[in-house]
């Protein structure tokens, strides 16, 4: 009887295999469907700025509209010598300051932030909804005060003290809301660990602490540099006189009229991506020596 089961399923198998194994090289049309979906995606969210990135290698006698004409680094020349183009060197040299002197006070509070909220206390959820607040206020207003509270203070309007300040509103609520998230999967035993080893307090937070949230400060510093370098809603009301880079980009396109605002526009995204590249290796490079610590 075995012997005749096993013939029957031998033979009933191969045809019951080759009707439900799907035939090779074909897709069901909701494949197709959803990548031409992602395709718009992608083109509706990366061509205007690839069209940016072109159109910024044209020669002297390229416009701001296709078809490209020639190819050269003019504009990118053009660009940090020509007076009519604006305050460019200027202007890029404040961001850069302001957004580093932005992202180590957003790393610093988010972390004594983190620190303080690791326990219950009396009237937490007042302070940390007061915290992450302003950032449901409209950024023009919120700049708007900050600029009139800097003048009741007796301070001028300048990119480091009224812009300074109407960034940090904006950059320490999502430093704040990462290092919760970080923080949360955190384990207390290590610092118990750290106190029966002998450390101090300091030295369980330098020593332990730190080096565990490294990540996480690092996503944090990232949040704050680059929330800060593309500002422009907060430090319009805020900057004074001198502009931030986002302020000469808005008013370059009141009365630039060539390729050198494309060129300008290219030069600020690697920049970014720069950034961003360097932030993510450091994350890749503290994991890495995490697992070479372990497997040690």
């Known amino acids: 009887m075995s012997a005749v089961l096993t013939d029957m399923q031998g033979a009933v198998a191969p045809a019951t295999t080759k009707a439900i194994a799907p035939s090779r090289g074909q897709r069901p049309w909701t494949f197709y469907v959803l990548a031409s979906l992602f395709t718009l ?70 972390f004594l932030a983190g620190l303080g909220f690791r326990r219950r206390f009396a009237g937490d959820a007042v ?21 009139l509270l800097f003048q009741a203070l007796g301070l001028n309007a300048s990119w480091y003290t009224s812009a300074l300040g109407a960034q940090l509103s904006w950059t320490l609520p999502f430093g704040v809301l990462v290092m919760f998230a970080v923080m949360s999967r955190y384990n207390r035993a ?73 060129a300008l526009g290219t030069v600020t995204t690697i920049i970014s991506f720069i950034v961003i590249g360097a932030s993510l290796g450091t994350i890749v490079l503290i994991q890495k020596k995490r697992g070479s610590r372990a497997k040690g």
């Not at 850069?96 to 509070?109: E, F, H, N, Y």
Request: contains cysteine; hydrophobic residues 50%; proline residues 4%.
């Open 127 to 147: 302070v940390f909804y007061m915290m992450i607040g302003s950032l449901v206020a409209p950024g023009l207003v919120l700049g708007l005060g900050t600029g």
């Open 190 to 262: 290590w610092d118990e660990a750290a106190y029966d080893l002998g450390a101090s307090r300091w030295q369980t937070i330098w020593l332990v602490i730190v080096p565990v949230l490294a990540p996480g400060i690092v996503a944090v510093a990232l949040f704050g540099f680059t929330l800060s370098y593309d500002e422009f809603a907060r430090s319009l009301q805020t900057a004074g006189s001198l502009n931030t880079l986002p302020l000469e980009i808005w008013s370059m396109t009141l009365n630039v009229t060539s390729p050198s605002l494309y």
């Open 41 to 110: 995606y992608v083109l509706a969210l990366y061509g205007p700025m690839i069209c940016i990135y072109i159109l910024s290698f044209q020669d002297i006698r390229g416009g701001l509209v296709f078809p490209m004409k020639g190819h050269s680094l003019h504009w990118f020349v053009d660009l940090f010598t020509q007076v009519r183009t604006g305050d460019v060197k200027g202007s890029f040299d404040r961001s850069i300051k302001l957004a580093v002197i932005v992202t180590i006070i957003t790393v610093v509070i988010s």
